[in-house]
């Protein structure tokens, strides 16, 4: 069965500087890798996804994932963080060579962006 | 369009009583999942539905729990004698085929 490790409770950054959130995936077949936020009482909001293809993913609000094959990662990042990035990210993974074919969250990591 | 939505928003219930949580998922989504979110956690996988073929239960976490769903419409999660360790936020999500999940804004259930 499919599993994924968010190594980090909680990530501390101050604004401006970069940001990176861990996560380490396991599947028996090949992975689709997708990473979610949640802010503050709300549901949980796709950020991007890596499905095939271009090994780096963009997504929304800056974000950016790396699928790393040899490490089984995909680790988030943005350039330049921002206060209101400050939320709940949550990375997940499908096995697509399974017998089952549903998600796996990570625990979550709380991201905190200090001005 | 509409997305994933979520009745009641908040439910207070007391102890023992049943509880039904509804989950209308956007239409054409084959997929449908239910998720348990306590205060501060993660998430913790309770059932899967796809189209027609059995749901997969593995995440339910006793036999108070159950959830159905008719084709590809509307999705009921059931808790019986509800406890306080059942308070949490219970979440929907939809997906279509190989895509991403989209979750509604949730369920606040609370057992006093």
């Known amino acids: 069965a499919q599993s994924v490790a968010q190594p980090e409770d909680q990530v501390n950054v101050a604004e401006g500087n970069p940001l990176t959130v861990k996560c380490t995936y396991s599947?028996?077949?090949?992975?689709?890798l997708f990473w979610y936020v949640q802010y503050p009482n709300r549901g949980l909001q796709f950020l991007l996804k890596?499905?095939?293809?271009?090994?780096l993913v963009k997504g929304s609000y800056g974000f950016e994932a790396e699928f790393n094959k040899s490490q089984t990662s995909f680790h988030l990042k943005k350039p330049s963080a921002l206060v209101s990035d400050s939320a709940l990210y949550f990375c997940a993974v499908r096995d697509m060579g399974g017998n089952n074919n549903d998600m796996r969250f990570g625990a979550g990591t709380r991201l905190t962006v200090k001005p | 369009g509409a997305g994933v939505s979520q009745s009641p928003s908040n439910k207070v219930t007391e102890k023992g009583k049943d509880v039904e949580l509804r989950c209308d998922p956007i239409s054409g989504h084959t997929a449908l999942y239910w998720y348990r979110q306590r205060l501060g956690q993660g998430l913790e996988f309770l059932i899967y539905f796809q189209g027609n073929s059995a749901p997969d239960k593995s995440g339910l976490p006793s036999d108070r729990f159950s959830a159905e769903r008719t084709g590809e419409s509307v999705s009921t999660l059931t808790i019986q004698r509800t406890q306080q360790e059942d308070s949490a936020v219970y979440l929907c999500?939809?997906?279509?085929?190989?895509?991403?999940?989209?979750f509604g804004p949730g369920t606040r259930l609370t057992v006093t």
């Open positions: 599947v028996s077949g090949n992975p689709y």
């Open positions: 890596y499905i095939t293809g271009d090994n």
């Open positions: 999500a939809s997906r279509h085929r190989y895509y991403e999940q989209y």
